[in-house]
């Protein structure tokens, strides 16, 4: 007996699917036009100024008397013995320069803060003692124009540091690894003259210096340069498009109607695709023992016994050795598999409306 042509049916569930996914691309445009219709307020953005900011730490590492070292201090980006270390000099420069006049208001202080940090078992690293040491006092200055300079200098006393954590150290009976950090922070505000205050800016410049340790390497921890632009935000009110609110939801209203029909559509071609896969997966493992009948045989003179399952008439096939007899009562959705032995008739039905899923 010849299969049912699988490819068929497939084409036709692609074919729904290509037209179900149009339809929701129908509905999204739909559902925009109608969000669209009630979007009544409009958001513009005027620049108001732009400004950029450059920040740098430099500092030198100042020598106690020794005899290896002929230099009074060393510069950056060294490896330091913690031993020869007499004071670090640091140098904070921060500018600041905005595209238009400004009045402003800003302020600036720097803070060395000790840490302690203790790792537990878990080799998780957390903070058990800090200390802030006010280095350079908070300063305010209040100014108008385009530009903003800070230029400070600052001795930095990492012997009384160090001596800190290790008292500290001693007391606990901790191995804690500790450094201090030194903040230089900024912080603007302001606007354009006679204006509402648009600026709000903070930097801070951090140099983080290990303690306890018999040579240290800083790491500088911050952005040397930004830049941003300030704008001014103003909302226009519109009114509600008609058209378009109306066109949006009778987009809607027809594409969820056909988008129905074609769901309906294609879970019935599925189960039709389900019931020719069931249909040819029988003919390929019994097509020796099934015979293709061309017309319904005529059933009126049987008793009809309806078996449940095909391997129950696979089992009365061998033993009664009568052939069995498959007739298609409608196409692509029933089919009937007969054994006629005398008065009896043995069925079993294959029905699409059955099947739930491939493998049946």
Same mark, same amino acid.
């Given at each position: ?57 430099? @500092?030198?590492?100042?020598? $106690? ?14 490896? @330091? ?25 800003? %302020? ?5 803060? =000790? $840490?302690?940090? @203790? ?44 001596? =800190? ?12 690894? %500790? ?33 306890? $340790? ?18 001014? %935000? ?34 019935? =071609? ?7 896969? %069931? ?28 078996? $449940? ?52």
């Amino acid at each position: 007996m010849k299969p049912k042509n699988e490819n068929k049916i497939i084409l036709k569930q692609w074919v729904h699917v290509f037209i179900i996914i149009i339809l929701l691309v129908g509905l999204s445009f739909g559902l925009w036009m109608v969000a669209k219709s009630f979007n009544r307020d409009i958001n513009t953005k005027e620049e108001l100024y732009s400004y950029n900011y450059n920040s740098n730490l430099d @500092y030198k590492v100042y020598l $106690k008397p020794n005899n290896f070292f002929t230099a009074q201090y060393l510069g950056m980006n060294k490896q @330091y013995i913690t031993s020869l270390i007499d004071h670090i000099d640091v140098n904070a420069k921060y500018s600041f320069q905005s595209s238009k006049e400004l009045t402003y208001t800003y %302020s600036y202080d720097m803070v060395a803060t =000790v $840490k302690g940090t @203790y790792s537990d078992g878990d080799a998780k690293s957390v903070e058990v003692w800090s200390k802030a040491y006010p280095i350079l006092p908070a300063e305010t200055k209040n100014g108008t124009g385009n530009t903003i300079t800070i230029d400070k200098n600052i001795t930095v006393d990492y012997k009384t540091y160090d001596q =800190v954590m290790s008292d500290f150290r001693n007391e606990f009976g901790l191995s804690v690894d %500790s450094r201090v950090d030194v903040a230089f922070k900024i912080s603007i505000t302001g606007g354009l003259p006679d204006g509402e205050q648009t600026l709000q800016e903070t930097n801070t410049m951090t140099l983080q210096i290990p303690l306890l $340790k018999q040579t240290i390497e800083i790491k500088p921890d911050y952005v040397n340069t930004g830049h941003d632009t300030i704008y001014k %935000s103003t909302e226009d009110t519109s009114d509600i498009n008609i058209p378009l609110l109306v066109f949006g939801i009778a987009l809607i209203l027809l594409m969820l109607f056909f988008l129905v029909k074609e769901v309906k559509r294609l879970l019935s =071609v599925t189960k039709k695709s389900e019931y020719v896969l %069931s249909f040819n997966k029988l003919l390929k493992e019994y097509g020796d023992i099934i015979a293709e009948a061309e017309n319904v045989p005529d059933l009126s003179k049987y008793d009809i016994v309806n078996i $449940k399952l095909f391997n129950d008439l696979v089992d009365i096939e061998e033993e009664l050795h009568s052939p069995i007899i498959c007739a298609e009562i409608r196409e692509d959705m029933e089919s009937w598999f007969l054994i006629m032995n005398n008065d009896t008739a043995y069925r079993y039905v294959l029905r699409y409306e059955d099947l739930d899923h491939f493998n049946r």
